[in-house]
């Protein structure tokens, strides 16, 4: 059974500050997803990460794929209040369906 | 806004009854996802249409039963309900079944 693990599950942290949000699987994979997914809304893509050693950059945020260790990363950059939400990351399992982690609750503060 | 449309958006129900949740893919998507999200479990992957045909399960229950129809949009029954099936069931679409998944604005059961 395919697992995807997230840390952390919560995060509060200061404007202007830079943090990471990790996301391990359990078996091999060959496209890992980020997902936000801000309070009674839907998911919105943020990022695909499609081969070993993948880096993707939008604004503030960054993420990587290493398949070897089986772990992605989301990296936020000079967190701003508007990055607040919850991200999921996810990996594609049986029929390309969507394996999730439980999420990383951010929450970034003045 | 993805592109994909669910109805209804909101939906209250009592135990016992059945209810039927439409999705509308995106234009041109072929595939279709169904999840359910719940505080407990998580957003879990349900059931899988690609072009009309089903591809997948996931942790969908024998009471819950889905179909895609020649126009892509698709429906998901659920039926026999109880107070754990309250969730917020959303679904998804891609072009093909590798391709980004998109997905819709949900639809947030209640069964009392």
């Known amino acids: 059974e395919l697992k995807v693990e997230q840390n952390p599950l919560f995060l509060s942290m200061q404007e202007g500050k830079n943090y990471t949000i990790y996301c391990n699987y359990s078996?091999?994979?060959?496209?890992l997803y980020w997902y936000r997914q801000d309070p009674g809304k839907s998911l919105e893509s943020l990022f695909v990460l499609l081969s070993n050693g993948a880096v993707k950059q939008e604004g503030r945020l960054m993420a990587s794929l290493d398949t070897k260790a089986r772990l992605s990363t989301l990296h936020i950059t000079a967190a701003v209040h508007d990055l607040s939400a919850t991200y999921f990351c996810?990996?594609?399992?049986?029929?390309?369906?969507?394996?999730f982690g439980k999420g990383t609750s951010l929450l970034v503060t003045p | 806004d993805s592109g994909v449309t669910q109805t209804p958006k909101h939906l209250i129900t009592a135990t016992g009854q059945r209810v039927t949740l439409r999705c509308s893919p995106r234009s041109g998507d072929l595939s279709v996802y169904w999840y359910q999200q719940s505080l407990d479990q998580g957003l879990q992957f349900l059931i899988q249409?690609?072009?009309?045909?089903?591809?997948a399960k996931g942790n969908i229950l024998e009471r819950f039963s889905a179909q895609q129809f020649p126009d892509l949009h698709s429906e998901l029954n659920l039926s026999s309900l109880e107070l754990g099936d309250s969730a917020l069931y959303f679904c998804?679409?891609?072009?093909?079944?590798?391709?980004?998944?998109?997905f819709g604005p949900g639809t947030r059961l209640l069964v009392l």
């Open positions: 078996t091999t994979s060959d496209r």
């Open positions: 249409y690609y072009n009309g045909e089903e591809r």
């Open positions: 998804a679409s891609s072009a093909g079944q590798v391709e980004t998944q998109y």
């Open positions: 996810a990996v594609s399992g049986s029929g390309y369906a969507l394996n």
